[in-house]
């Protein structure tokens, strides 16, 4: 391996910015940056380039990850704000109310077919075949409601 002396070290603006597929102009402002160590008019020392170079990368990597982060936290902050605002609109109710809600649905249909038998007639036969039938609407109706609230809760739709 040839040992390098410090003129093969050096390159051009020019050299530099076909390598790293860049203007000359984006050579010159690393070089302000402070990023490439200058060797002279238009000259530039390699090793500081790629150094400046892997410097840059890292930052723009760093940049990136401080900037999806931030996108993260900004998403959850709209999400939360567009929850708050449908809650205020009615469009969203706390899932405790609506639980509430179905159960004294619940209670008020059972509590209207208790009794409906003997409102509707006094005949024991008549009052059997009602409650009967009264009864199997409430287990169906029961076992909607049941499903339906393990749907509020799992938040199924």
């Known amino acids: 391996m040839k040992a390098t002396t410090p003129k093969d070290r050096i390159a ?17 402002l690393q070089a302000k940056e402070g990023r490439f160590k200058r060797s002279g008019r238009d000259r530039y020392d390699l090793l500081s380039v790629v150094a400046g170079m892997a410097a840059l990368a890292d930052e723009r990597e760093a940049q990136a990850s401080r900037s999806d982060a931030r996108n993260r936290i900004d998403e959850v902050r709209a999400a939360e704000a567009e929850l708050r605002l449908a809650e205020r609109r009615r469009e969203l109710i706390p899932q405790s109310e609506a639980l509430e809600d179905m159960s004294l649905l619940v209670g008020k249909v059972a509590e209207e077919f208790n009794g409906m038998a003997r409102r509707c007639t006094r005949d024991v036969v008549m009052q059997t075949l009602i409650e009967k039938e009264a009864d199997a609407s409430r287990r169906r109706l ?8 393990g749907g509020v809760q799992e938040g199924a739709k």
Request: no cysteine; net charge neutral; glycine share 4%.
């Open 12 to 28: 051009t603006a020019s050299e530099i910015a076909k390598a790293a597929g860049r203007t000359v102009r984006w050579v010159q």
């Open 142 to 149: 029961s076992d909607f409601f049941a499903d339906l609230a």
